[in-house]
């Protein structure tokens, strides 16, 4: 049963809020005058008479919500909506995750998604069940949010209500959207030899390489201390990486070169790459800003992120016939099936299936040689030999 809400907009129109459904949409497009709008995620049809009649017996059997005001009542969340104690109920879950040893990056998107979710009903989570968490939900799908997007505020809400509040989880019955798998966007080779020579700044160039040569994180990368850096042995200490592990990467000896160059020029003492404010490290959107600029210098019209200098190392490596697995430890993957993605992207993997129409255009081209070279034996055998006249015949 679909839930639908019906509503005068005030314009002479009647607009209706439903989720996608192919079967519901085609009953609108039944209607005359029906019109689609993109901005606010619905349908209009005119307001005629006898309309809502027609309405009421085309989506019989359905959960219709009749609603006289102009906006329906959860169209849009509110901008400003808080409750008495949504500051108390945001504290303890944060102090919940730091308990449990999540990185500040996910306390900061977990609390975030539960704002929001406050904001949007104006209750205390603990007055809220299963109908209402399944509707936001629908809510944020409607206004087009990414699946992984929405799978994270279901993970939020979910440790809200079980790790926090101590009461059964209302997601436990919710279906989760399909993960979105999109694949890596990756410079060639060619590209980022261009990038690394547009940037003339050492410290800059020496961040970007450090990145590419060992495909690190850009918080891996910032985060580095001077004595991550064992040039003896060239190996790059990461410590505590994605998921609080440590591991080791390769040094590059053109990123070390790079590196030295950059260390006689500014000698850093803390922080391998330190910012401008004094004790801390160079901040992550900086690098994005860095790495903006050098793609403009070399005129790299492909839309990237620092991140993409990770996929391309990865790539490479994979296209150079190392195995996945080293691939796999280098870059820090708990499981096999995140680092597999690269050989979608691999050239040289795509590049070593032959296309059908390849394959019969070569045969076709095959068959045309042989038929050429058969009319072409054909026509020499007409031919007389040397020093004879073809044009008359001797009678003896």
């Known amino acids: 049963m679909a839930h639908i809400q019906i509503y005068r907009s005030g314009k002479g129109r009647i607009k209706m809020v439903l989720p996608y459904d192919p079967e519901l949409i085609a009953k609108i497009k039944t209607i005359p005058g029906r019109r689609w709008h993109p901005e606010e995620k619905c349908w209009s049809v005119p307001d005629s008479d006898g309309i809502l009649d027609k309405l009421l017996s085309l989506f019989a059997g359905e959960q219709l919500e009749i609603n006289s005001s102009r906006q329906p009542a959860w169209a849009k969340p509110p901008r400003r909506r808080e409750v008495p104690n949504q500051a108390q109920i945001l504290e303890a879950m944060d102090q919940e995750l730091k308990l449990r040893g999540y990185s500040a990056k996910t306390r900061r998107a977990y609390l975030g998604h539960l704002a929001r979710f406050i904001r949007f009903y104006g209750k205390e ?22 699946h992984t997007y929405v799978n994270q505020c279901i993970s939020a809400l979910k440790f809200l209500y079980e790790k926090v509040l101590k009461r059964p989880s209302p997601v436990v019955n919710l ?43 850009v918080g891996e990368a910032v985060r580095l201390r001077v004595e991550d850096v ?167």
């Open 125 to 146: 989570p603990q007055d809220l069940g299963e109908a209402e968490v399944r509707r936001y939900v629908l809510h944020l799908l409607e206004e087009r949010k990414s």
């Open 175 to 217: 279906p989760r959207p399909k993960k979105d798998r999109k694949l890596p966007e990756v410079l060639s080779r060619a590209e980022v030899l261009r990038l690394f020579e547009a940037v003339s700044n050492l410290k800059h160039r020496a961040l970007l390489m450090m990145i590419y040569s060992a495909g690190l994180r």
């Open 230 to 396: 064992d040039s003896e042995r060239r190996l790059l200490h990461v410590r505590q990486g994605k998921g609080r592990k440590d591991r080791y990467v390769m040094l590059s000896e053109v990123a070390l070169e790079s590196l030295r160059d950059y260390w006689r020029a500014y000698r850093p003492t803390k922080w391998l790459f330190p910012g401008q404010r004094e004790g801390c490290h160079l901040h992550e959107r900086t690098v994005e800003k860095i790495l903006k600029q050098a793609c403009q210098k070399a005129r790299i019209r492909k839309d990237i992120s620092v991140h993409t200098l990770r996929h391309s190392f990865a790539t490479h490596l994979l296209e150079a016939g190392i195995d996945l697995r080293y691939i796999q430890e280098m870059l820090g993957h708990k499981s096999s099936k995140t680092t597999e993605i690269y050989t979608h992207v691999s050239e040289r993997n795509i590049a070593a299936i032959r296309s059908p129409l390849d394959e019969i255009m070569a045969v076709r081209r095959a068959e045309g040689r042989e038929s050429d070279r058969a009319e072409l034996a054909n026509s020499s055998s007409d031919i007389p030999p040397a020093g004879t006249d073809s044009r008359t015949k001797v009678q003896r």
